[in-house]
């Protein structure tokens, strides 16, 4: 059975660091992109970061979108099938449910959320004082 299984949200004060994990069953997570959805309250979700599949030239290239360059790292680990977002300097407006989703093959329009096979159920990320 195909599964993506997020955690790793809480509640952390501005200025904070937190992991979240994304684990995989069912299937190799170096086979397919990653990206990392969030959806903050009253807000259409969107793409946050995205690692692409081992194959093809993209060759594992990661992508971040703006509002998280620079503070963000996404990485994979094989030995335990899960790619990783680490969340540092982490801001209020950061705040939001964070979702991870597979695709098979490396999507052409990374935040498109059509081109994503599988998603795992979201983790609540609070950014708070």
């Known amino acids: 059975e195909v599964q993506l299984q ?3 949200g809480g509640l952390v004060q501005p200025g904070g660091s ?3 994990s994304c684990a995989a069953s069912g299937f190799k997570v170096s086979d397919h992109a990653i990206t990392w959805f969030r ?3 009253g807000k259409e979700r969107e793409g946050a970061s995205s690692i692409y599949s081992v ?3 993209t060759n594992g290239r990661a992508i971040y979108a703006d509002a998280v360059k620079d503070r963000f790292t996404i990485y994979r ?3 335990t099938n899960t790619v990783y977002l680490q ?3 982490l801001k ?3 705040t939001a449910v964070y979702y991870c989703a597979a695709a098979q093959r490396d999507p052409p329009l990374v935040w498109r959320e059509s081109q994503y ?3 795992g159920q979201g983790t609540q990320v609070t950014v708070s004082s």
Do not use: K, V
């Open 6 to 8: 997020a955690s790793g």
């Open 18 to 20: 937190l992991r979240l």
């Open 39 to 41: 959806q903050a309250p």
């Open 55 to 57: 194959h093809g030239g």
């Open 77 to 79: 680990e094989d030995a």
């Open 87 to 89: 969340m540092n300097r």
């Open 92 to 94: 209020p407006e950061d």
């Open 117 to 119: 096979d599988y998603w």
